[in-house]
């Protein structure tokens, strides 16, 4: 597919990941594995959408229509093995404006949200923006792999003053799908403490090697206190844009969360978010997403071999799903700053380093697989030199 190994041209548009790129990959023509960003265009169909509104030339106020609420329909049925119904679907501006919506709802300042670390850092952003505090249900390794702590999970779910826990599902950074079971088990302690969760499904279709990510809002011991959030921004590359879907099956929660969103002003749908919806939520939509998906399979697929045949003494942490893997560079000695600087300096290789994803992390990074194949066969080449050139790149397990 030509589309996805021919680098999207970023420059002079004001995007973000191009202006955080440092000046010196830009000057070798490399990309940065900093941002979980698609380093390719998004899918013909919604360019195609979107050019149709552009050349109409009205741009006003935009209301959902059956149209728009059917392809919302079609893909979760089709994409997520879930029957929605048309009422639980309330358009937002976005996954973390949702998560804002969800903390203004349930809490007063000075309470607290429950996050699942290592985890996306801008849901506590999220909380301390409303001078709210936020609680670590950290994440626990066993056998190499993450699974959560229920046990500490019930005892800050009891607490009075913890109004709900932030689920990532798939969960950024580390690459897990929660099943069916612990997902039930969540919904269960949800229940009892009647708090409220929030699923951030940014990443839900984007699982691999026979994997699907259970909606967490379709678990029926749950669904009183469950919204579960999808949006176009990591299947179809649209993060720039504000806009999502809240699912809520609880009529109750549903009319809740909607006050707390015109209270906020929410308008409308945007006539481009409208024109996008049915162009990526369509059969050509479908097709392009999962060309792009397995590419980035096989992206995460080759990265794996490479690590453990060229560098075992990482630690790849199985990329079950999202666009992203997280792996431990713990041999190296280094941490945080100094990681970065080694891997950007010696490998011209930009990352995320993982303390900004919770405590204990500092040697371990994120990396962006949604980057054409060469690419990310090169940085990994340059990463295997530079370690080599330090002394550690034949040392065993």
């Not at 950074?173 to 699923?199: C, D, F, M, N």
């Not at 204990?360 to 050139?389: F, H, W």
Request: aromatic share 12%.
């Amino acid at each position: 597919m030509g589309i996805i190994d021919e680098t999207v041209k970023r420059q002079d548009i004001g995007n973000m990941k191009d202006l955080i790129t440092p000046d010196v990959l830009k000057q070798h023509g490399i990309v940065s594995f900093a941002a979980a960003e698609m380093d390719f265009k998004t899918a013909p169909s919604v360019m195609e959408s979107i050019s149709a509104i552009v050349q109409r030339g009205i741009y006003g106020f935009t209301i959902p229509t059956r149209e728009y609420y059917d392809a919302v329909i079609w893909w979760h049925r089709e994409m997520r093995d879930w029957a929605i119904q048309k009422e639980w679907i309330v358009p937002t501006l976005g996954t973390i404006y949702s998560v804002a919506e969800a903390i203004r709802m349930t809490s007063h300042e000075g309470e607290s949200i429950i996050v699942q670390t290592p985890v996306y850092y801008r849901y506590e952003q999220a909380a301390r923006r409303q001078n709210r505090k936020t609680v670590h249900n950290r994440l626990k390794i066993v056998n190499g792999r993450y699974e959560m702590d229920f046990a500490d999970l019930e005892e800050k779910m009891a607490d009075p003053n913890n109004k709900l826990l932030i689920l990532c599902n798939a969960h950024n950074p580390i690459g897990r799908v929660w099943t069916r079971q612990e997902l039930q088990e969540v919904a269960r302690i949800s229940r009892k403490y009647e708090k409220l969760v929030l699923s951030d499904e940014i990443f839900g279709e984007m699982v691999f090697t026979g994997q699907s990510a259970t909606p967490y809002a379709s678990i029926p011991e749950g669904q009183d206190y469950a919204i579960t959030v999808t949006s176009l921004g990591k299947a179809f590359n649209f993060t720039g844009v504000n806009h999502a879907h809240a699912i809520i099956p609880n009529e109750r929660l549903r009319a809740r969360f909607e006050m707390q969103k015109y209270a906020d002003h929410y308008g409308s749908v945007g006539p481009f978010e409208y024109a996008a919806v049915l162009g990526a939520y369509s059969e050509a939509g479908r097709q392009w997403f999962e060309a792009v998906r397995d590419y980035i399979g096989g992206n995460a697929e080759y990265t794996a071999q490479f690590l453990r045949s060229r560098l075992p003494q990482t630690h790849l942490f199985a990329t079950e799903g999202t666009s992203v893997c997280w792996v431990d560079w713990s041999f190296l000695g280094l941490q945080g700053q100094a990681l970065h600087d080694f891997f950007l300096h010696e490998a011209l290789f930009a990352v995320e380093t993982g303390e900004v994803y919770g405590e204990g992390c500092g040697s371990m990074t994120r990396i962006n697989l949604s980057s054409p194949r060469k690419q990310v066969q090169d940085a990994l080449e340059r990463v295997y030199a530079a370690i080599e050139k330090k002394g550690f790149a034949h040392e065993a397990v």
